[in-house]
């Protein structure tokens, strides 16, 4: 318990400890998608998101993209290149991916803990999710 099942990395910034010449760090990975603006100036994808996604191949870890790559070309020039722009293709498809990744990788066990119930008020037209919760015990 406590362990990270399934990674997805925004923008691509890896520390260098994880990827230094032996690279040790990256054998405890787990499955990781990274997400990166290929015009990105702040963290520059050649130096980070290319690194980890050739050092998590030779580590044999499952990991997307690979080789070759293809990095999202974003141009919100707002943030820089950095950040995605909200609701623009690749700010919606790296949502998307992500969801398909974690639920690939790290699918449901057990009963739920929790039931979403969507209540619809007719007068103002408004839609409102409830979240009822059931606590388990063990015997």
Same mark, same amino acid.
């Given at each position: @318990?406590?362990?990270?099942? +399934? ?13 230094? $010449?032996?690279?040790? *760090? +990256?054998?405890?990975?787990? $499955? ?10 702040? +963290? !520059? ?10 050092? #998590?191949?030779?580590? *044999?870890?499952?990991?997307?993209? +690979?080789? !070759?790559?293809? =990095?999202?070309?974003?141009? =919100? ?23 398909? =990744?974690?639920?690939?990788? @790290? !699918?449901?066990?057990?009963? !739920? #803990? ?26």
């Amino acid at each position: @318990m406590g362990a990270v099942k +399934v990674f997805a990395n925004y923008y691509g910034l890896v520390p260098t400890t994880l990827l230094g $010449p032996a690279a040790t *760090g +990256v054998a405890k990975f787990p $499955p990781t998608i990274s997400f990166h603006n290929e015009k990105d100036p702040v +963290v !520059p994808v050649s130096q980070n998101s290319v690194i980890l996604a050739d050092v #998590l191949n030779k580590a *044999g870890i499952t990991h997307d993209p +690979v080789c !070759p790559f293809s =990095w999202y070309n974003d141009d =919100w020039e707002q943030e820089a290149f950095h950040a995605f722009r909200p609701g623009g293709h690749a700010d919606v498809d790296s949502r998307a991916r992500s969801k398909t =990744w974690i639920t690939r990788h @790290m !699918p449901a066990t057990g009963r !739920p #803990l929790f039931t979403v119930l969507s209540i619809t008020d007719t007068n103002l037209k408004t839609q409102t999710d409830v979240i009822l919760t059931k606590q388990f015990t063990s015997h």
